[in-house]
């Protein structure tokens, strides 16, 4: 069964607490469960972390890489504005990336309006709540079945 990385970034364990005007009332722990429902209706196992910590993060995408997971949906919070690191680590790896942010970042403050990760992955997915992730998730369903038929 294919793996799939849901990747959390910093503060996003606060979500249903915090901010819940821009983030929405649902809980991380929801979330991840939904969505490991749904992933696995296409035979895929969601595996879901969080951290607060940048060189974490980095860690989780070179892992997912090494064990050949079949992507990323990663919410980078607020590293997505200014971490060339993690830019670094999703040009480095060679499975697909999806960026996913619940909040329209371009609606927002200009400091949001640039990803600094965008470049390097698949494609982005913002503004449209949860339900980007499950976008995202649908969207990688579609992908490796395009690779692996
Ligand atoms: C976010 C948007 C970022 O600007 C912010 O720092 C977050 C959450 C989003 O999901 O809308 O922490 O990535």
Redesign the pocket.
Known sequence: MKKILLLNG???NLLGKREPQV?GSETLAHIEARLKRIAATYQMELIHKQSNHEGVLIDELHEANQLQYGGVIF?P??Y??YSYALLDAVTAINIPVIEV???N?HARESF?HHSVIAPAVKGQIVGLGVYGYELALLALTKLLDEQWG
Do not use: E, F, V, W
Request: hydrophobic content about 30%.
């Open positions: 910093p503060n996003l983030y919410n919070g607020a997505t504005h942010h619940l909040s970042i949001r």
